[in-house]
């Protein structure tokens, strides 16, 4: 059974870089089957869709953040992050790495619980 | 403002049948992208329940069917459940700019 777990900071200051890490177990990211993602929801808001990337490396990430958006792969453990820079108050959310299709706009089928990062000085 | 909208809330009596709209554009839905459909329960992570318009995720009963036509897509509820009271996302593509993935803003269903 494929299972994601997200860890990283949960306290940011603003103007500083959000950085998290999604483990997989049970799976590879080096399947060329699938893609993997970021989605956030702030508190009592609802989906935001950051990004993706890809066993070759590829990203795609969300227009409204890509200036700001960095999402990596870590073959040797089994693991893909993402990186927000210069992060304000809006950020604030809660993170959730999950798994998704090969294709553009294909549906994401296992997720991670999530972990919130809250955005404060 | 969500590229797809959905009702804020819908509600039902239990053993009634409860639909819930998503509609896009022709830069989404309309333009033959797929959409697909998670339930979230307080707390947790959303789960996959209609993927690819119409298809059961693995696990999800008979009572979730999903649907598209042009701009918009459905979830129908049939039979509801108490435990069907939660929050609902359809999710598509856009194909603006460079393209992304979109949500829309989320259904609070009621079960009354």
């Known amino acids: 059974q494929l299972q994601l777990q997200e860890s990283g900071s949960g306290l940011v200051k603003p103007s500083q870089t959000l950085s998290l890490t999604c483990v997989v177990s049970?799976?590879?990211?080096?399947?060329?089957?699938?893609?993997w993602g970021w989605i956030r929801q702030p508190p009592g808001k609802g989906l935001e869709w950051i990004g993706y990337?890809?066993?070759?490396?590829?990203?795609h990430y969300n227009p409204s953040l890509r200036t700001r958006v960095t999402i990596s792969i870590g073959r040797s453990r089994n693991q893909f992050s993402l990186k927000l820079a210069s992060v304000t108050a809006a950020d604030t959310a809660v993170y959730f790495c999950?798994?998704?299709?090969?294709?553009?706009?294909?549906?994401?089928?296992?997720w991670g619980r999530g972990t919130l990062v809250t955005v404060a000085s | 403002q969500s590229v797809l909208t959905q009702p804020p809330s819908v509600s039902g009596a239990p053993g009634q049948k409860v639909t819930i709209s998503c509609t896009g554009s022709?830069?989404?839905?309309?333009?033959?992208?797929?959409v697909h459909w998670y339930q979230q329960l307080p707390g947790t992570a959303p789960k996959l329940l209609i993927y690819?318009?119409?298809i059961r995720a693995a696990g999800v009963p008979a009572r979730f069917a999903g649907s598209k036509s042009g701009t918009s897509a459905s979830l129908a509820i049939t039979g509801l459940r108490a435990e069907d009271e939660t929050d609902y996302y359809c999710?598509?593509?856009?194909?603006?700019?460079?393209?992304?993935?979109?949500f829309g803003g989320g259904t609070k269903v009621t079960v009354l």
């Open positions: 022709s830069s989404n839905i309309g333009a033959g992208y797929d």
């Open positions: 049970g799976g590879s990211v080096d399947s060329g089957s699938y893609s």
């Open positions: 999710q598509s593509y856009d194909n603006r700019l460079s393209g992304y993935v979109v």
């Open positions: 690819d318009n119409d």
């Open positions: 999950a798994r998704g299709g090969v294709r553009r706009g294909g549906d994401f089928d296992y």
């Open positions: 990337i890809y066993q070759t490396g590829t990203t």
